[in-house]
């Protein structure tokens, strides 16, 4: 019985019916089935969730299983990245990982036994004979004239298949379904193929190798898994699996159930197309922090439960949907918020220069990293009398609801003192280079004397301990919510500026997280001879609502 039910999803209920009626002995097995061919992307994230919490909840057990059948595309690195982001993502599979490859051996004898059954036969036609066979969604297919060999004709040639007698595309072995069946996917499917390539698990054991659905199907059954969750374009493909049951002598029986898909807009989820951005040199690898990789999000910032929580908040349904990357953003958001220390960094620095306060005095100011939980702490700022504020932070000629730094206009330093602006100091071309001010000593935070109140205060940096460090900040990849190819490429969506960040960041560790004031949140990627290298996670507002109103 069920010890925690989290989720209300319709799969849920299917596993709580099934267990209600005594089937698989009360047992629960599920498995996430990735084909090392990519890394892992967040609609996987989606998969992993529920096949590993359906588990958990149910008190069951969840494989992680590499479908490894098409050696041509694999590879053991793509194998290594999927075992650290599930990892990362907090599921552990004990010791339940296997490969599709670890049941060659049975898979062949399922076909054998096919074969000794009359339900599968060895076709020589081509591949494209085979296509052009097989029909379309109103006309049926036509037999092929090798469908009625005899059994002992087909032991024959599927034996000598296996022994490497032919080469890539001589023949296959399908099975013997039917070609009149309104669903192409029972249309004598190809269940084996030659193929003389290496495999990086089984080296050159077989040149022959099992299709997705013949390997998938009986991967499960031999498993044990009793519910085999796959997206919805396997729907069609349910009736084939079932058929592969039916005609087989399997120790279990697994149940086959869709759910949709996960879209996420202004991104692509498909393995395909993101590794044409890889190889096309559009973004820095699989883990570029603008990918919707698992990797891609890990170094942009994302902490794994937010990714959980998104899977959560998405919910599992039959129902195609597009989300919203601000849903996504909104859980990293919350999290973010309430667990990162704040500092302060300028972005685009601004010179002020305080004449009144005394030369050659340097103050430390107390200053919270949170403004909530006071159980993170204080720490404390350098003050003297050169620093930097935002240029945006300063107007030379504000509108009336301008109520930070103007000429003749007072703003509270945070943490500090409130500043007057006295003079703008302007280079031969007009820019304005540094601000003279002054501050008023009894407005100190916390324990000035001072009633004076200003509308707003802004962040700050002294000019004498602050670090430069590297910022990365990351916009959406496409700009439009449905990208269809390169063309809807944001031009935007990396942009490289130096920051200046207060002194206490230089105790920072790789994968560390602020809120840098005002700014957003940011984590430090890298700490190198050359500096600190921080990505933008996020901005502190929701920013999809004003592009979608653009
Ligand atoms: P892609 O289209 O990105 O290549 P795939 O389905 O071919 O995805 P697999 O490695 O076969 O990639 O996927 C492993 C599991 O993850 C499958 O069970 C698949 O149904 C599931 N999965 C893949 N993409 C999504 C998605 N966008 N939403 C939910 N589940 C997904
Ligand atoms: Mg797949």
């Given amino acids: 019985m069920a010890t925690k039910t989290t989720g209300k999803d319709f799969i849920r209920q299917i596993i709580r019916n099934d267990l209600e009626l005594g089937k698989n002995a009360g047992r629960i097995c599920t498995r996430f089935p990735p084909e090392p061919n990519g890394y892992l992307h967040i609609g996987h994230a989606q998969s992993i969730c529920l096949n590993f919490g359906v588990a958990k909840d149910f008190n069951g057990e969840c494989f992680l299983r590499f479908d490894d059948t098409n050696p041509a595309k694999e590879t053991t690195d793509f194998v290594e990245a999927i075992i650290k982001d599930v990892t990362w993502l907090g599921f552990d599979w004990g010791n339940r990982l296997t490969h599709a490859s670890d049941y060659f051996d049975d898979i062949y004898d399922c076909a054998v036994e096919l074969i000794e059954d009359g339900h599968a036969y060895v076709d020589n036609q081509s591949g494209d004979e085979i296509r052009q066979t097989r029909g379309t969604l109103n006309e049926p297919g036509t037999d092929s004239p090798y469908r009625n060999r005899s059994v002992a004709e087909n032991t024959g040639l599927f034996e000598r298949m296996r022994s490497g007698e032919f080469d890539n595309g001589e023949n296959v072995l399908r099975a013997k379904i039917d070609m009149g069946s309104s669903n192409i996917n029972l249309r004598d499917p190809i269940i084996y193929r030659i193929l003389h390539l290496e495999h990086q698990r089984t080296g050159n054991k077989w040149c022959i190798y099992p299709m997705y659905d013949f390997a998938h199907t009986l991967s499960d059954a031999i498993e044990g898994t009793t519910h085999s969750l796959c997206t919805l374009e396997f729907e069609d493909h349910r009736p084939l699996y079932e058929w592969f049951l039916d005609h087989l002598n399997l120790p279990n029986r697994p149940r086959q159930i869709e759910f949709s898909r996960l879209n996420l807009e202004h991104t692509h989820l498909s393995k395909r197309k993101l590794a044409t951005l890889v190889e096309k040199n559009i973004v820095n690898g699989w883990d570029d922090p603008r990918m919707p990789t698992l990797s891609g999000m890990r170094k942009r910032g994302y902490p794994a439960s937010t990714i959980q929580d998104f899977c959560q908040r998405v919910g599992i349904t039959k129902k195609d949907k597009s989300i919203e990357m601000a849903l996504l953003e909104n859980s990293v958001r919350e999290r973010l918020d309430a667990d990162s220390p704040r500092i302060m ?206």
């Avoid at 390169?486 to 960040?501: G, H, K, Y």
């Fill in 345 to 550: 960094a300028v972005l685009n620095p601004l010179k002020v220069t305080i004449e009144n306060y005394p030369d050659g005095v340097t103050e430390e100011l107390d200053a919270k990293n949170h403004p909530k939980n006071p159980d993170m702490g204080n720490r404390s700022m350098i003050f003297n009398k050169e620093i930097f504020i935002e240029r945006d932070d300063f107007m030379e000629h504000p509108s009336e609801q301008f109520y930070r730094l103007k000429p003749g206009g007072e703003v509270r330093l945070r943490f500090a003192y409130i500043i007057e602006c006295k003079d703008i100091i302007k280079d031969d071309k007009g820019n304005i280079i540094e601000l003279i001010c002054t501050y008023d000593p009894e407005t100190k935070s916390g324990s000035g004397t001072s009633t004076k109140k200003v509308k707003s205060a802004i962040h700050w940096v002294s000019a004498s301990s602050a670090i430069k460090a590297q910022v990365n900040l990351y916009n959406a990849l496409f700009s439009v919510a449905k990208p269809q190819g390169e063309e809807d490429l944001n031009p935007n969506s990396m942009e490289v500026i130096e920051a200046l960040i207060e002194a206490s960041v230089s105790d920072a560790e790789v994968g560390d997280r602020f809120q840098f004031e005002r700014n957003g949140y940011f984590i430090l990627d890298a700490d190198s001879d050359k500096g600190k290298i921080f990505n933008r996670i996020i901005t502190l507002k929701d920013t999809w609502a004003k592009v979608k109103n653009k």
